[in-house]
């Protein structure tokens, strides 16, 4: 996945918004809190991070191609680095950004999450 494609995809999940900061970063939100950044990169290949559930982090953690997100991991947020572009990976990387998106938004207060239309069918 490139950075078009990484902005597209998140773009078009519920209620959410877009800044680049964090050294020209890819950063998207929902409710104000970051679910996913597009950059950060070792190298000039593009890299994705995003919010991950405990399991999840886990197992990632040990997967090539991924690491523990600098920055959040060393804080004990269970955050995730792709670093491998692999054109495969995209559907992974497509239900993980789903999954941060749902982590990060599900944190938000009821309120904000009724005035952004989101995890209403929970109810």
Not at 30 to 48: L, M, N, R, S, T
Not at 49 to 71: D, H, I, Q, R, W
Request: proline share 3%; glycine share 8%; aromatic share 16%.
């Amino acid at each position: 996945m490139n950075y078009d494609k990484f902005n597209q995809f998140c773009g078009a999940l519920p209620a959410t918004t877009y800044v680049m900061q964090w050294g020209n970063s890819h950063v998207w939100k929902v409710g104000g809190k970051v679910f996913a950044i597009g950059g950060w990169a070792d190298e000039k290949q593009p890299a994705f991070t995003f919010k991950t559930s405990v399991l999840n982090f886990g197992f990632l953690s040990e997967c090539e191609g991924y690491k523990p997100a600098p920055y959040f991991a060393n804080r004990g947020m269970k955050w995730i680095q792709q670093f491998d572009n692999a054109q495969e990976k995209d559907q992974d990387l497509q239900y993980y950004l789903t999954e941060s998106h749902r982590l990060v938004s599900s944190g938000l207060t009821k309120i904000k999450q009724k005035a952004l239309g989101l995890n209403q069918d929970k109810e």
